[in-house]
């Protein structure tokens, strides 16, 4: 249960996850051979699952290079990365031995690609974060199958083998030793039926230094908001916002709705100045390319975030709305305030209600000392009253400048 063990050892776990700030999620699965939704594709009747499975035969990974995936993901600016070892439609990435849904013996792949990755994100000094759907769409004695279609109800007996089945592959993925355990489709059965406390005891024994997301029926460590940006701060100390590049987990060539490099910076920035996460997803084809417009992405963004490091690695929330219009974070050792400016400003910046004194005000990434002008400071205190910082034009970053003060 989230803050079952002392918070000093959970504090300990998940020191790197909140210094961190960016992630970058991988969905690569046969969802990407015809380019549909994954798993929900037969889920929801849009295919049949005998057509999905026909997938299997065009997963080749014949151009998979996982060294230039790591490093990629490394340039992007992330510190870590999730990849899904298998996700609703039961299709593991790994030489599982317990079922031969796997794309070592049911792909032109023939090879486990998920060793090879997990190697090349710890040589690049990534910290590997593994998914797990907990629920099966394809195992046999899974009772929920299609959305209308049950293959049974109340069976004990049938539940029992799921669920050694279930222990026996994440058992196996602890052999990874994964810095980070990221489970989905914990919605449908209880923590109870999951034996979500049992998966927790067993990864903590296995891997202790291990974090596990929140999708373990209220058994992990941190909270896992999608897609839509949490417009307050998330109620939990530990969050990460996951989300699409486009509008699609899994590659899709006819989803050309990319977000563009300036919004996710934006992004990274408002989960920044809420104390969080962004976990960002891209698609690999089924050939193991990333798309060129995800390669642009994760390139993009790292021109800003090599440039920004100091903004944006182990900071914290920053001070309340109301003082700045605009996203701010504060240095761990709170000495420090960042100003994430993400509109061109038409004139100086004001930050309003400090109440500490501000000795000097820079532009992050190069340095340049800003002018600040102060109005309206009572002559009895040291604090500002009005602060006012001219941003030239020339010294702003084309995407979002960033002042600290
Ligand atoms: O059903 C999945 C979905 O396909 C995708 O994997 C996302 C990623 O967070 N999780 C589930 C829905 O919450």
Same mark, same amino acid.
């Given at each position: ?39 929900? /594709? ?8 005998? %057509? ?63 060793? /090879? ?68 489709? %914990? ?12 998966? *927790? ?58 977000? /563009? ?8 920035? %408002? ?24 390669? %642009? ?18 900071? *914290? ?63 009895? /205190? ?24």
């Amino acid at each position: 249960m989230v803050g079952q063990e002392k918070e000093l050892s959970k504090d300990q776990r998940l020191a790197w996850f909140k210094d961190a700030k960016l992630g970058i999620f991988i969905h690569w699965g046969i969802y990407a051979v015809n380019g549909i939704d994954e798993s929900w /594709s037969f889920h929801n009747g849009y295919i049949s699952y005998d %057509d999905y499975m026909k997938q299997l035969d065009g997963f080749t990974a014949t151009n998979y290079n996982p060294e230039y995936w790591a490093e990629l993901i490394k340039e992007s600016g992330a510190k870590y990365t999730v990849i899904t070892t298998k996700h609703h439609d039961g299709v593991a990435l790994w030489d599982t031995k317990y079922s031969d849904l796997n794309v070592v013996d049911k792909t032109p792949a023939k090879r486990d690609v998920l060793t /090879s990755f997990v190697k090349a994100a710890r040589s690049e000094g990534l910290k590997v974060g593994l998914y797990y759907s907990l629920l099966d769409w394809s195992h046999p004695d899974y009772p929920n199958f299609l959305r209308d279609k049950k293959r049974y109800t109340d069976d004990a007996k049938r539940w029992a083998k799921f669920t050694k089945f279930n222990f026996g592959q994440i058992e196996e993925l602890t052999k990874f030793n994964p810095d980070l355990y990221w489970f989905d489709g %914990d919605w449908e059965q209880s923590a109870e039926t999951w034996k979500a406390k049992e998966i *927790r005891d067993l990864l903590l024994e296995k891997t202790p230094t291990t974090i596990i997301n929140s999708r373990l029926q209220g058994y992990g460590d941190y909270a896992t908001p999608e897609q839509g940006i949490p417009i307050t701060k998330p109620d939990s100390k530990y969050w990460e916002l996951c989300m699409t590049m486009n509008n699609s987990w899994g590659y899709q060539p006819n989803d050309t709705n990319y977000k /563009s490099v300036n919004q996710i910076i934006r992004i990274l920035v %408002d989960c920044i100045s809420m104390g969080g996460n962004l976990l960002l997803d891209i698609g690999p084809k089924p050939d193991g390319i990333i798309p060129q417009e995800q390669i %642009d992405i994760l390139k993009g963004l790292g021109r800003w975030t090599n440039k920004h490091k100091s903004a944006i690695y182990g900071t *914290r929330a920053g001070i309340p709305f109301g003082h700045f219009n605009g996203y701010t974070a504060l240095s761990k050792d709170k000495t420090i305030l960042y100003l994430y400016v993400d509109n061109k400003p038409n004139g100086p910046l004001l930050i309003k209600g400090l109440k500490n004194k501000v000795n000097r005000a820079w532009v992050v990434g190069n340095g340049t000392k800003l002018k600040t002008n102060v109005v309206g400071k009572l002559y009895w /205190s040291d604090v500002p009253g009005l602060l006012y910082i001219d941003v030239p034009e020339d010294v702003q970053d084309q995407d979002v400048t960033v002042i600290a003060m």
